[in-house]
């Protein structure tokens, strides 16, 4: 287990969007942190407070101008919440340094079948790098994941459909590609102001977009694939925004190869005892798991059961981003896996 | 074309809900209309304006005690507002003064196939009543409503469906049974406060419900039936309830039997010269239809062009009720089209 | 009355803003206007609907590049809906061709004090263009403005504080400076994103700003002056910005020179036969005015009669700028007050 | 320090409500608690996370049937978070028992004055149950409420209200009754649905309330006039719902007998070391407080400096209920004062 003696020393690479921000808010009281560090071009010599507002009454000092290499040499844990793209281009220099675990959150390493890839991202910049790193779906993969050195966190969307679709494919059940019909609150779209994220726009609206395919679909593939073993296998995903601020809800619907009667307890064996997925009786309420790290799921069986709907909800910056990063590094590094991620949601909220 | 001398007499029973509040803001100043009258069992006696805020500033009564027959006998058209089952039990009273034109919101009269009916909503109380009523899919049918004497207006979920559906159905493109992806504001589940529309619970909040089978996908399965020729085909609506407080959005996702490039094309085909439907050269925006009687959709292939995906945004009180039976009631009487519903929406709102 | 034979030629100077928008929505359809020309610097070249959804089902044109001498010659009646400060920039040059009725929306004809105009806005660069101007608070004047060819419609906060205070005003019963406590929708902030009116900071969030001397306290100060003959009175205007879309909400604390029991009546007097002003019996709510020309005024005594609270609900939009305009160009040019501007709204919306 | 062995047991008297909700959500997790147990009439039975899902994933047991006096045997500290006038009906059924620490959420036991209670309550039905309550405002208190064993906490509007108001109070420099505009979200009308939380009527909706005389004017006045010395003092409070889920942002207009050019300054004094009052220099956004124990003041002098604004934000339900109310127990019981309740916010959310 990587750890200085008194605790991890932590620094976050590119804290001053909303993922950072996310990280930042968790680690920072982490009972199992020493030190955190921020770096930011944007935001250098800011106080962290001062950028977010969730930060205020928290210690922490001010965002420092980025320093890849330097963060990887002095850190014991290193998380990289760039913009997808960016990551890539410093990652040989950072590993160069031999760093403890190096943390992802952007789509950079996720995806290693590169045909794949350069579909729906055009030419990796340094498809040597990817080697080792494991798609970090924490929930599925749990105690897979101790030991881990490098960690690609799975996309918001992503990780809602695959939680949705994980006992299906595995159980191999899946008749064709199943359908995800997915909605997004505007934090996803970052916090940077556009038109679709101006509020006389959004407060009331809801439309969908890349549905000629979104670039979710290309890690969710690569881990229906994996998981199925069937090479040609896929995920939809129609993606929408909604007029909410935090969450996803991803709906699937598929079609089975043979009648499913009761999906629910397939769901209930293969999450058993993970303890941030909950299966539940009734469809879940995106607003039970906002702020949390929680992912709530209903599975219900329809025409015979040969298609099966299930509905998944979580918080697309922390179970969808920086909850699951910190969980990653929990399990990675031994640590209880919900340690300082445990917290509920605020209801109504 | 039934009217009195100098302008249609209408009628509307059950005028209290949010249903019935728009038809009255859509019939009191449409220029065919020589009189409305307004009939509720709650709300008797009471200023039209104190039960529906949007009926303020027009010219209005009060609301009567309900008398169908009464209502019938003085009435060039009927509406009926009421909740579902509760038509069918004074519609054989009501046809037996030989009314003239009669429009119902309800589900009551919407399916033929009383296996079907039977299904979703147990057993018909007047099958009988049933005979002379066309489902009003007002910008499907056009002038084939024309001189109709009974008309049942479907369903707001249906009526999005059913229009993203529509041209491919009625090219029998169809393999096996699409999915609709829908959401609908609180308005959808009416006037009387309940806790999914307390506004703690809803304003933040996302879910789905019904989604072992919507009662909306019995009268789209006789539709999709009716347009393709195949006795067994149908349509799967999944149904969420959104934080938003007006409009429907549906996203179609339907397998092909032959590969489609060009969708659109197909759906400007099917749509062209139909004033309330516009097909869009991107996804809709719900908050550009909401409070009109336009539909928007815009429809895309991917996989090969297997695979085609639709969207179509409604306001669910106009397009999904109100304003689909006024469009009825003129397309029925003679009247031109769009009179009285040709308004365009606030933006933003 | 300035007309042409069949019918009013408007131009709308620098239409592509929120305000734009909302003059061409109620231009384009009203029953006395034969045509309307648009004019948009950033914008020229493309169709009013695609850069205003709420135009997408009306008849219009595309913008033109800005020419405001050109437009003056041509137009009956020229409206400007530039960002403060634009429109006297281009006025003398506007008057220079003798135009027809010319009605500003901005804050720079709207006061006549320099003094005053200077301790909130900076030097006027045309003041000598400011004499025929009339302050157009269409519900106060009425017949007033018939005849007027230079009208500056006032500010959204202001004309609903100002409707608020002018009963109490206008009888001298005011003690002291009143205090307005405002709140405002983001449209309020304009077409373009910002900070504020970004959804994830804006859809949940209330904040005050401006409340060392918000800008409308200027030209709400000369109104007060004017009605009340003193000199030294004013309004104090606290603004708020609140996770809505549209619409001001006003709230009026006054003590008074002696008790006065039933405000209510004072207001019913004052408003009487005025179209826009509803005097309620209970507190306006927002949604119910919404999209629409009308304010709605609720009146109470409180403190043994020596306090009185007045609120007051308007359109930002609309009753505070677009519809008022057009009210205004109604007045001046004898046509019916309420034409082309009379619609109730929607409501729940 | 009344405290079991190892921690403290802690009955919740009406735990059902939004209330009842978050002293549970803070309590269950707080580390000087040992033992939480929670009664309720109407849900006596059902397990807590069925009623509240902030508490899904916390460890809790079950609603108790209401039994005030065995409750209070058992208890080291009684939280009575119930409806107005109910706890006077049962408190000196729980005092006979000489129970340990007493907070009570309600308006019954906040305001020692009868003449002044009468005025808003009607006839109190246990005057001399009142005798040892102190009022809680514990960012006020501090220190001062160590050792105290009967304690009422303020209501949510008076504690925006008192914060915004004390140092101006407490100085002596109020002139006059000054005038606090005040705003809240929908959870302020708890958990049962009705009309005006309905979400179609409030989403997008804004409306004031009680502004001939909020209740809350009665307490506040009562601490006014004990800050100030001045038996006529009060606070005239103007409520509004706004379209918000929870907060309150509370606006004081204050006149001042003299001259104060730094505002600022004065609060920074005052509340210097407080550790959950903020003095910010720029207005306080509700967004940056919601579900947290602070609350965040921004206060400026215009007019030169006669009249002092004050802007204060704060959770209705934390800071302005249940947070205060665990930080009142902190106080009361010597505990660190911030104990369990230091959690910052989400932002955005």
Chains 1, 2, 3, 4 share one sequence.
Request: glycine share 12%; hydrophobic share 40%.
């Amino acid at each position: 287990m990587v750890q200085s003696e008194n605790g991890i020393r932590v620094a976050v690479i590119g804290g001053s969007g909303y993922v950072g921000g996310e990280l930042l808010r968790l680690l920072l009281p982490h009972p199992a942190v020493k030190e955190v560090r921020a770096f930011s071009e944007s935001h250098a010599g800011e106080p962290l407070g001062e950028v977010h507002p969730s930060l205020l009454h928290l210690e922490g000092g001010s965002f420092e101008a980025p320093d890849p290499a330097g963060a990887a040499s002095w850190a014991d844990v290193l998380f990289f919440a760039l913009p997808h793209g960016k990551s890539q281009e410093v990652m040989e220099e950072v590993l160069a340094v031999d760093p403890g675990l190096v943390i992802d959150l952007a789509a950079d390493f996720r995806i290693h079948d590169q045909d794949l890839y350069r579909l729906y991202y055009g030419e990796h910049k340094a498809p040597a790098a990817l080697e080792g790193f494991v798609y970090g779906l924490a929930d599925v993969l749990g105690e897979g994941l101790r030991g881990r050195k490098r960690i690609a966190v799975p996309g918001c969307f992503a990780t809602a459909a695959l939680l949705a679709v994980h006992p299906l494919a595995a159980e191999g059940l899946l008749a064709g590609t199943p359908t995800v019909f997915a909605v997004t609150g505007s934090t996803g779209s970052g916090a940077k102001p556009k038109r679709t994220t101006h509020h006389p726009v959004r407060a009331h609206n809801f439309f969908g977009y890349s549905q000629a395919g979104h670039r979710h679909e290309a890690e969710a593939a690569e881990q229906v694939r994996a998981w199925s073993g069937d090479p040609a296998a896929g995920l939809r995903i129609l993606t929408h925004s909604a007029p909410i601020v935090r969450g996803i809800h991803a709906t699937l619907a598929a079609h089975l190869k043979e009648p499913l009667e009761d999906p629910a307890s397939l769901f209930r064996k293969v999450y058993g005892g993970r303890p941030f997925v909950s299966i539940l009786d009734s469809p879940p309420e995106l607003s039970a798991v906002v702020g949390t790290n929680y992912a709530h799921i209903h599975a219900l069986s329809r025409e015979g059961g040969r298609v099966v709907v299930v509905d998944c909800a979580e918080d697309n910056l922390v179970k969808g981003a920086a909850g699951q990063a910190v969980q990653c590094m929990n399990l990675a590094l031994g640590l209880p896996e919900t340690q300082g991620i445990s917290f509920g949601g605020l209801y109504p909220c």
